[in-house]
């Protein structure tokens, strides 16, 4: 018993390393010569090059990428959270004709991938001609998104007494003071949690901104990198550590910074079934 107990302890460790070295072998490739890049390549560095970063944000348009990455993710939020958290206060809080139907239409968002409407969303796009602008990736990251914000913020505000709305409604506030002063700063911590969740989502995307962003300055930094490498090539992976290990460091501290609300949004969601 104790030598299974044993044994599973140090497969789960040795599960866990295996997620953790593609990090560990960024961060060290990111710190090496050129050189020892080849002869030492999953080694920890013998003495640390701190010029790649520098040469990675010269030669690789970081700035423009990241301007990029930043304005997609920040619109996204805002327009996600915004307008999911008011369809899923009518959804929860209203009662109307067809409330049933609208929440089943929006959970199909949840089983629809990105990849199997890319092309009629390509055309739908063109013929916007939004194309090559930063409405073009906000408006389809913000569709996809808006299933899980609208569901989530759906059973959180189910869980609210129906007094709230009656004691603001006897104190004269409309449908909308009702929900911005009231509801609003009440759903703030699920309203986080969605947050952190579609940050980490929108900043790693990279179909759909590889077919929809093709001129570079609307490139995130997902598909510069991509880009970046073609041109390096595999001549000094010290060089696309650096590039790596800059594109990744927004999403990492981010993670480590609400990683606990995600935590809690699972356990939440797991009570909830």
Not at 84 to 97: I, P, V
Request: one cysteine or more; charged letters at 10%.
């Amino acid at each position: 018993m104790i030598f299974l107990k044993v044994l599973s302890r140090v497969f789960w460790v040795a599960v866990g390393c295996t997620f953790l070295f593609p990090l560990y072998w960024m961060v060290t490739m990111a710190l090496k010569s050129k050189n020892e890049a080849y002869a030492n390549p999953f080694g920890i560095p013998t003495s640390w090059d701190w010029l790649n970063f520098g040469e990675a944000l010269s030669k690789y348009h970081f700035y423009t990428y990241f301007q990029n990455s930043l304005i997609y993710t920040a619109g996204t939020i805002v327009l996600t959270l915004t307008t999911g958290s008011m369809l899923a206060y009518c959804l929860s809080r209203m009662q109307w004709r067809f409330n049933s139907a609208a929440l089943f239409y929006v959970s199909l968002g949840l089983i629809v991938p990105i990849e199997v409407v890319v092309i009629p969303l390509f055309q739908l796009i063109k013929t916007l001609h939004i194309k090559n602008s930063y409405l073009g990736l906000i408006l389809p990251y913000s569709g996809f998104a808006i299933a899980s914000c609208v569901l989530m913020l759906y059973a959180f505000l189910r869980s609210l007494p129906k007094e709230l709305e009656e004691a603001s409604c006897i104190d004269g506030a409309n449908v909308y003071q009702t929900f911005f002063k009231i509801i609003f700063p009440i759903v703030m911590p699920a309203l986080m949690t969605q947050c952190v969740l579609i940050f980490i989502r929108i900043w790693n995307e990279f179909p759909l901104a590889f077919i929809i962003a093709s001129k570079d300055q609307f490139r995130p930094l997902t598909v510069g990198l991509l880009s970046y490498f073609v041109n390096v090539g595999v001549a000094d992976w010290g060089l696309i550590g650096a590039s790596m290990l800059l594109s990744s460091l927004p999403m990492i501290i981010v993670y480590l910074i609400g990683n606990e609300k995600i935590e809690n949004a699972l356990t939440a969601g797991a009570i909830l079934k």
